[in-house]
């Protein structure tokens, strides 16, 4: 974890995916939320525990563990519109 200060400005950079301290998810990337740790909560979802980054009393971005879903329409979709994308079988042989 990394951590930015205990009031870092986040007006022009916002705090990215295990960065801290946060006040509100305001204060975080687009799709990250602000943990609200407890002193009896150590672990914030998706990041390492521990280190000198790690500050007991601060709150850290993290992304949702729903977030980490793909979203199969959206793949196919954005395979559909990049050639480089493409597998090539066209060296493929069968056998049956």
Same mark, same amino acid.
């Given at each position: ?8 400005? @986040? +007006?022009? @950079?916002?705090? $990215?995916? #295990?960065?801290?301290?946060? @006040?509100? %998810? %305001?204060? #975080?990337? +687009?799709?990250?939320?602000? &943990?609200?740790? &407890?002193?009896?909560?150590? !672990?914030v979802?998706? #990041?390492?525990f $521990?280190? @000198?980054?790690d *500050?007991?009393e601060?709150? /850290?971005? /993290? !992304?949702?563990?729903? &977030? /980490?879903?793909?979203?199969? =329409?959206?793949?196919? =979709?954005?395979? %559909? ?8 079988? %066209?060296? +493929?042989?069968?056998? *049956?």
């Open positions: 974890m990394i951590n930015k200060g205990s009031n870092p400005d @986040t +007006t022009i @950079t916002k705090l $990215g995916q #295990c960065e801290g301290n946060c @006040t509100s %998810s %305001s204060d #975080c990337d +687009t799709g990250l939320i602000c &943990s609200n740790r &407890s002193e009896f909560e150590l !672990k979802h998706g #990041c390492a $521990g280190g @000198t980054g *500050v007991k601060h709150n /850290y971005c /993290y !992304k949702p563990p729903n &977030s /980490y879903k793909f979203d199969k =329409a959206f793949i196919e =979709a954005k395979l %559909s519109e990049d050639e480089d994308l493409q597998p090539d079988i %066209s060296n +493929t042989s069968f056998h *049956v």
